[in-house]
């Protein structure tokens, strides 16, 4: 592990073991989210952010303070930490489950000095914060789940960094839950911290041998029992076009204006396939790009579907749009080229039925309904399924995300640690001298999976 020095040991100010332990889920929350982590797209390394660094050093501290093992702070300000089995002799070792939250925030809205405001007992009705900002239940009808509990937001200048700082705090939390005695057997359990998710540059450095967990669950979704197993299937894409340039007094038959071919292409999506118009388990056509002069210009599309056949549908109409072009200006050039995407990744958890399972079942154990939901985008754990390590991703409590009214119910966020809990002790498998004990009791395969797949 890297060693902390006096410098950086004075800034992280950890807090002592028997604190770590008991303080519960808010006062790590508050901890976390006073630390400006906003990631910068432009920024040239990873994490693009010095920010990023103090918390991941403070987040390795309180690890070793807490008492887990292999604590480490990789090149890219990724922490990692190993909670070690506590099952009793004889016991078969079950397999090692990833844990993971990012520590970065959104590039969108600023982190910086953050000062996080408790609502207690929530009655209902708009939370007017300092700043200015109005969180109204007509604009977040989730609200009304929200009525008795205790919400965190920001003064309403900043966002507030429940994405994801619920989910560090609800890991760590879980951590100290399971630290504390031998009350819930369990198995090894490998924590992560990553960095640059919003940026989507982070999770790539994550080495998932040297991780070495069987599956992984990402603590980064929103409402109370809200649970994914399936994202888009992406594919980012360049139009390149090269027209040809005359002065306009003597251009007939000459020009070829490449801004002009940009805007028909972008005019020719279909109405119904554009991202404004879709919702649901429909994907799109984005174009979120152009740019350019006559000579030259660039389109960039974004091509998103749940399904691959409808992705490559996407595909075909873009390629035969763009022959279009090519016939009916032959003095043009238009090439299109991919640039970048993800995978859906449904395939490769439905390939591993219990890692979705038992994080239904862990809910439930738990009090929670669980909410399954497609996420209408990508996520951290669709690049590491696609890697081979299947991450479902999880609630984490948080609210309103990448904004300045984000918010969370600090009872959501204890939720999801009692969550993550219980799917600890559920991978251990049942106790030997209860057969019937909650490792029997999960659902044949199929009756929770590919199903309830919502959207
Ligand atoms: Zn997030």
């Not at 404004?276 to 091509?303: C, K, M, Q, Y």
Request: aromatic fraction near 4%.
């Amino acid at each position: 592990m890297r060693q902390l020095g006096g410098a950086e040991a004075a800034e992280a100010a950890v807090e002592g073991r028997e604190t770590l332990l008991t303080e519960g889920v808010l006062p790590k929350f508050l901890r976390y989210v006073r630390i400006d982590t906003q990631s910068d797209p432009g920024g040239a390394d990873v994490p693009t952010t010095a920010g990023q660094w103090r918390l991941s050093r403070l987040l390795a501290a309180e690890c070793t303070a807490l008492g887990l093992a292999d604590v480490a702070v990789d090149a890219h300000g990724i922490v990692t930490a190993t909670l070690p089995a506590n099952l009793p002799r004889g016991r078969p070792l079950p397999p090692v489950i990833g844990l993971l939250a990012h520590l970065d925030t959104s590039p969108a809205v600023s982190g910086r000095g953050v000062r996080p405001i408790v609502h207690r007992a929530y009655r209902g009705g708009p939370l007017a914060l300092p700043a200015g900002p109005v969180l109204d239940p007509a604009d977040h009808p989730a609200l009304a789940e929200a009525v008795g509990l205790d919400i965190v937001t920001s003064d309403g200048s900043t966002l507030l960094g429940a994405d994801d700082k619920a989910g560090v705090a609800a890991i760590m939390a879980a951590c100290a839950r399971l630290l504390q005695g031998p009350a819930v057997a369990h198995g090894a359990l490998r924590i992560g911290f990553t960095t640059d998710e919003e940026t989507g540059r982070g999770i790539e450095f994550l080495d998932v041998e040297a991780f070495g967990a069987s599956c992984a669950y990402t603590v980064d979704g929103g409402a109370l029992g809200d649970v994914s197993w399936e994202n888009f299937e992406a594919e980012n894409v360049t139009v390149a076009i090269e027209g040809r340039s005359s002065h306009t007094g003597t251009a007939r038959g000459r020009m070829c204006n490449a801004v002009a071919l940009a805007a028909a292409l972008a005019a020719a999506v279909p109405a119904d396939r554009r991202p404004e118009t879709a919702d649901g388990r429909s994907g799109f056509i984005h174009v979120d790009a152009i740019d350019g002069n006559v000579e030259s210009a660039r389109v960039v599309l974004l091509l998103r579907d749940f399904e691959q056949a409808g992705l490559r549908a996407s595909r075909a109409w873009l390629d035969a749009t763009c022959a279009a072009l090519r016939a009916g200006h032959p003095a043009c050039r238009v090439e299109v080229r991919r640039t970048g995407g993800y995978r859906n990744m449904r395939g490769p958890v439905e390939r591993r039925p219990e890692v979705v399972e038992r994080a239904l079942q862990a809910m439930r154990a738990a009090g929670v309904t669980p909410r399954p939901s497609s996420v209408r985008g990508g996520t951290d754990g669709a690049r590491l399924s696609e890697r081979g390590l299947p991450t479902p991703n999880l609630f984490a409590g948080g609210m309103d995300f990448h904004s300045r009214t984000e918010w969370v119910p600090v009872q959501w966020m204890e939720k999801a640690a009692e969550v993550l809990v219980a799917l600890a002790r559920l991978w251990a498998g049942p106790e030997p001298a209860d057969p019937g004990g909650p490792g029997r009791s999960v659902p044949e395969a199929g009756q929770a999976g590919g199903g309830a797949l919502g959207g």
